[in-house]
């Protein structure tokens, strides 16, 4: 059984930090690909980061340059570094794992999904 938890999340002023954790287990990373998918309130989810040993990472615009995906393959985790944290991040974070070996952020690829942290980024 796979299981992704992730945790990390929390309230933040504009321009600060959060680094948020997803531990996987049951799912090898060197066999897929990790992704971030956010829902911001009243929207759908968007996918905003992916990791594969293929790919490499991958992220959509509005985050590139500000968040960093990383993972630990020996601790079965995936982090996302996320600096310059604007009030539109606000959104509840999941992680996502996905069989094939290749990035991408179509939903449908996506085989494993944690229950989401809330990120909240208000003054």
């Known amino acids: 059984e796979v299981r992704l938890v992730e945790s990390g999340g929390g309230l933040v002023q504009p321009g600060g930090s959060l680094r948020l954790s997803c531990a996987a287990s049951g799912f090898t990373f060197s066999n897929g690909a990790m992704n971030w998918v956010r829902q911001a309130p009243g929207k759908g989810r968007e996918g905003i980061s992916c990791?594969?040993?293929?790919?490499?990472?991958t992220y959509i615009d509005s985050v590139k340059g500000r968040f960093t995906i990383t993972s630990d393959n020996g601790k079965s985790a995936v982090y996302l570094q996320m600096n310059s944290l604007k009030p539109e991040d606000t959104a509840v974070y999941y992680c996502?794992?996905?069989?094939?070996?290749?990035?991408?952020?179509?939903?449908?690829?996506?085989?494993?999904w944690g229950e989401g942290t809330q990120v909240t980024v208000s003054s």
């Open positions: 996502a794992a996905a069989t094939p070996e290749y990035c991408s952020f179509r939903e449908s690829l996506y085989d494993y």
């Open positions: 990791i594969s040993s293929r790919d490499g990472s």
